[in-house]
Nanobody, 116 residues
Framework: VQLQASGGGQVQAGGSLRLSCVAR????????MGWYREAPGKERVLVAK?????RTTYGMPGRFTISRDNARYTVYLQMNDLKPEDTAVYYC?????????????WGRGTQVTVSS
């Protein structure tokens, strides 16, 4: 199973972006899906995650909203009122069941750049 993220890009401060991440492959089960971000010179941190039954956890509440479409194995991150400090590579993450065990998998990341 692979996670494919899209929707990143360059935007001016105050703008919005919507990231999408879809799980592709032979999927036996997916539980939590989420987004992390890694800014230059900083560690990767949680932005938000959501379980298959819709429970959410935010690492940076207020301007971001996470949602998912279980039928499409897709998770979204709506980012509003973006600020230059939101500039980072955003990584999709998921807990996937591969018939024998649960594993945590990462997508390649999508760059978000916010200019002032």
């Amino acid at each position: 199973v692979q996670l494919q993220a899209s929707g990143g890009g360059q935007v001016q401060a105050g703008g919005s972006l919507r990231l999408s991440c879809v799980a592709r492959g032979t999927i036996y089960g997916i539980n939590a899906m989420g987004w992390y971000r890694e800014a230059p010179g900083k560690e990767r941190v949680l932005v938000a995650k959501i379980t298959s039954d819709g429970r959410t956890t935010y690492g940076m509440p207020g301007r971001f909203t996470i949602s998912r479409d279980n039928a499409r194995y897709t998770v979204y991150l709506q980012m509003n009122d973006l600020k230059p400090e939101d500039t980072a590579v955003y990584y999709c993450n998921a807990d996937h069941f591969d018939r024998e065990r649960w594993e945590n998998i990462w997508g390649r990341g999508t760059q978000v750049t916010v200019s002032s």
